[in-house]
């Protein structure tokens, strides 16, 4: 299935090491894959007042290179105002048994205007060309949709896309978008008068025919930024759907009620014959068995401050899930060999709201006040906290950026807006648990070219 935000870039030596399809045949299979060389990343300047593309950014990640960390190619988009955010590929293992299929495209929705892109990534893996744009007066025409969020290649060959509303903001007009293999506009993939309360991820399990999506909220409600009493007027989910795969039929809404607030990202185990999965709740912090207790907090717009869960991930070996605390600021391990009862094994703090030097200050059961203390890298203060997080084939690397979206990004990390953001390379030990900083990677999108971004 595809991966998220932060791609990392296996396509030109799986053509040369698969006689089949791409992808690998199972999960276990893809962790003894070749390592990752180049890293694709979304950066954006809608938002932050420059009248400038979002573009799609080039890093090379070889320790051996001369240009090791460093942008090597920048792809900007055709138009101003797209808020690139999620990305996916046209094709990945799920069509690994055909050997027509190619991972060659990546989708890149653009939230705030509806676009889609399709990046050819295989004329030159270092430097990406566009090849086509799907509009979204197409989309809206055909589906009434808009808003793409998430994309995931299908073993058919169609695309499938997740949509948060119709054109007006309005939730209630969100669904799953089609696209045939040459990105052309099929309609949407769930039955009519099924479509969910809410949109934002979604993930889908063949073997137990089983589609689930979970809920962000209204358009016209997270583009002005977040409004906590937006969430009392309803105008965000707590709501998981399930679906039936591939017929597209709404069999049950689960309602998570007030402690599973705003469920973002979902993720099922990666052994397919399992049945459990994990939801991720960003206001309330909670998962399944996880819970990321709020802090109380001084100097902040509440008096508690949640975690914010913006991403999390799963070892392609299921022993490791892995997630980011977008406002306190630490990334987490927890070992899930045994999936109902997870155990903390690495905690590293990358920045956050009340980090040392903040005006926000933590409390503790005693009354005491305290601030994160978050390193530097190569001499660089950390900005923001960390967002979209991907783990390597192997298991050994974490990748982290630190822009959610940029409404969001001005309204709590007014300095990834002035200063840009940065994405780092967190070391992981697989053996026993642990995370660590790497100290020799810091790709900084603040001296970009056209001035700072945010890579998200």
């Not at 583009?223 to 759907?241: A, K, M, P």
């Amino acid at each position: 299935m595809a991966t998220d935000t932060v791609v990392v870039e296996h396509a030109k030596v799986e053509n040369g090491c698969c006689k089949k399809g791409p992808g690998y045949a199972t999960p276990l299979d893809a962790m003894s894959g070749p390592k990752e060389t180049l890293i694709y990343v979304t950066c954006i300047y809608t938002g932050t007042g420059k009248e400038k593309p979002d573009y799609l950014a080039t890093i090379d990640v070889d320790p051996s290179s001369p240009t090791y960390t460093k942008v090597i190619h920048r792809l900007p988009m055709p138009y101003v105002g797209d808020e690139l955010h999620h990305s996916g590929w046209n094709s990945c293992s799920s069509c690994h048994g055909d050997p027509s299929a190619a991972r060659r495209y990546l989708v890149l929705p653009s939230l705030v205007s509806g676009r889609i892109y399709a990046i050819d990534t295989q004329k030159d893996p270092r430097a990406p060309t566009l090849h086509k744009v799907v509009e979204p007066n197409d989309i809206v025409q055909k589906t009434g949709l808009a808003y793409p969020h998430t994309a995931h290649c299908l073993a058919s060959g169609d695309i499938m896309v997740s949509c948060l509303g119709d054109k007006d903001g309005k939730a209630e007009g969100n669904g799953f978008l089609l696209l045939d293999s040459d990105f052309n506009v099929k309609g949407r993939w769930e039955k009519p008068g099924h479509s969910p309360l809410f949109g934002y991820d979604f993930w889908y399990q063949p073997r137990h025919k089983t589609m689930i999506s979970s809920s962000w909220g209204a358009p016209s409600a997270f583009t002005t930024g977040f409004n906590l009493q937006h969430v009392s007027d309803g105008l965000y989910g707590r709501h998981l759907h399930v679906y039936s795969w591939p017929e597209g039929e709404l069999k049950q809404t689960l309602d998570l009620g007030n402690t599973g607030l705003i469920p973002l990202e979902i993720r099922f185990l990666h052994d397919p014959n399992k049945d459990s999965g994990y939801v991720g709740c960003a206001l309330t912090s909670n998962m399944v068995s996880i819970s990321v207790k709020p802090v109380k907090v001084q100097n902040w717009i509440l008096p508690e401050m949640p975690g914010l869960i913006t991403d999390f991930l799963i070892s392609l070996d299921d022993r490791f899930l892995y997630l980011a605390n977008w406002l306190h600021g630490d990334i987490r391990q927890y070992n899930i060999e045994d999936p109902a009862n997870p155990k903390l094994t690495g905690q590293i703090w990358v920045g956050g709201v009340f980090r040392k030097g903040s005006t926000v200050s933590a409390e503790a059961e005693d009354g005491t006040t305290y601030q994160a203390d978050v390193p530097e890298v190569q001499g660089r203060q950390l900005r923001g906290g960390p967002q979209m997080i991907q783990l390597s084939l192997d298991g050994k690397r974490l990748y982290a950026t630190n822009s959610l979206f940029s409404a969001w990004d001005r309204q709590f990390y007014p300095e990834l807006v002035e200063k840009g953001g940065h994405m780092l390379q967190i070391d992981v030990d697989t053996e026993k648990g642990g995370l660590a900083i790497n100290p020799n990677f810091f790709v900084d999108f603040g001296s970009e070219p056209e001035g700072p971004s945010h890579g998200t």
